[in-house]
């Protein structure tokens, strides 16, 4: 019997799918709820990572062998794949290994977005199925990152939609909290791939976390912070391969204890104009620099957007390979920022320091202001 019809929604990303080995770590963190008594809804992202068959990437590389300027409505049938593919499996593996499971995609998940291809918002969630699921006795498998329109059309949710999609179920599920496994142990005070000496945190508030979100941090998508607000669901990041407890997001207000992280944001186009521009107005995904220039991903939606600025802005000059890098204070910035002369000290809020860069500075100069400021 469960503990509580308050349910925990646990989300697994690609590199937590990706085989056989990494699935044993998977089962193991699903069946210490599930033997425990507890209701359990899984959220899971396409198979494995670039390159790999299942993934996301190489769904989307069938059709651009055949053309660049792809339909954003093929665009997103084809890119919800890999996720409907990974819930059906999922399902079935958890079933074949003594724990009842049953699969949903997003329409069955009851998530209504609006018509934002390739960048959907959730309008509302309506998980009438899976409490019913859940209620006899089965984990329910939710194929993240989509939803359907109005008209039944099936949208994504745009760079970490899963994590979007595991943070509104909960919501409107009322769960006890969420926890998004990874191949990291929760969040660092700086990328650990990019700087070796990083510490991770045990807790970070929702405030600072969704800036670091807003700053380029790819632990959890920002729009999956902000899900959380509403009903102060909690957020653990935590890693699939190891029990560490990972790190708590919390709603508390920030505590008087300094608690600095840096963030950042690779493979960017920087995109100038000859007029000022609103471009956050027009097109989703811009990083707005000055009243000239902002910021792109470097991604499968770049050219679409292009095209969307160029005919509300005109004329544009473009450059690759750009990067953001950004400290983020839980309150106020307590030490000066520092003097580089590679890159621009942009405007930023008065908890945040904030430079633009080439990216090939990256790692220099994460190292160095992790240094400086942690």
């Not at 509580?4 to 193991?28: C, N, Q, W, Y």
């Not at 953001?324 to 204070?329: A, Q």
């Not at 307590?334 to 860069?357: F, V």
Request: charged share 25%.
């Amino acid at each position: 019997m469960a503990k509580s019809l308050a349910p925990i929604v646990m989300k697994f990303g690609g590199t937590s799918l990706r085989d056989e080995i990494s699935r044993s770590h998977v089962l193991s963190h699903i069946k210490h709820y599930a033997d425990s008594g507890e209701r359990v809804v899984v959220v899971v992202s396409a198979m494995g990572r670039k390159g790999e068959p299942y993934a996301t990437d190489t769904l989307v590389a069938l059709l651009k062998d055949v053309g660049h300027n792809i339909n954003p409505r093929e665009l997103d049938l084809v890119m919800s794949v890999g996720e409907t593919l990974c819930s059906a499996f999922c399902a079935h593996l958890l079933s074949c290994n003594g724990m009842p499971a049953v699969s949903f995609n997003g329409r069955q998940s009851g998530i209504l977005t609006d018509d934002n291809a390739g960048n959907a918002e959730i309008l509302e969630v309506n998980p009438s199925r899976i409490v019913e699921s859940l209620d006899a006795g089965d984990i329910a498998v939710v194929a993240g990152f989509q939803g359907v329109n109005e008209r039944g059309d099936i949208r994504t949710l745009g760079r970490g939609g899963s994590d979007t999609s595991a943070v509104a179920l909960a919501a409107a599920l009322g769960a006890e909290k969420v926890e998004i496994f990874s191949d990291v142990n929760g969040i660092a005070n700086c990328d650990p791939r990019q700087v070796e000496s990083s510490s991770y945190l045990e807790s970070i508030s929702v405030d600072q976390m969704l800036a670091m979100a807003d700053e380029g941090s790819r632990v959890i998508h920002p729009r999956a912070i902000a899900a959380s607000i509403k009903t102060k669901t909690p957020i653990v990041a935590r890693n699939t391969f190891n029990d560490s407890k990972g790190t708590t997001i919390h709603h508390n207000k920030s505590s008087g204890k300094e608690v600095v992280a840096i963030a950042h944001r690779e493979s960017m186009v920087l995109v100038e104009f000859a007029l000022e521009h609103k471009a956050a107005s027009h097109v989703d995904g811009v990083v707005n620099i000055d009243s000239k220039r902002l910021l792109l991903n470097d991604d499968v939606y770049l050219s679409d957007k292009l095209a969307q600025l160029e005919e509300k802005l005109g004329f544009y000059k473009l450059s690759r390979h750009w990067a953001t890098i950004s400290v983020v204070f839980n309150n106020k910035v307590s030490k000066k920022p520092a003097d580089l002369d590679y890159a621009e000290l942009l405007e930023s809020p008065n908890n945040i320091i904030s430079y633009l860069l080439k990216e090939v500075k990256v790692r220099e100069t994460l190292k160095f202001l992790h240094g400086r400021y942690t």
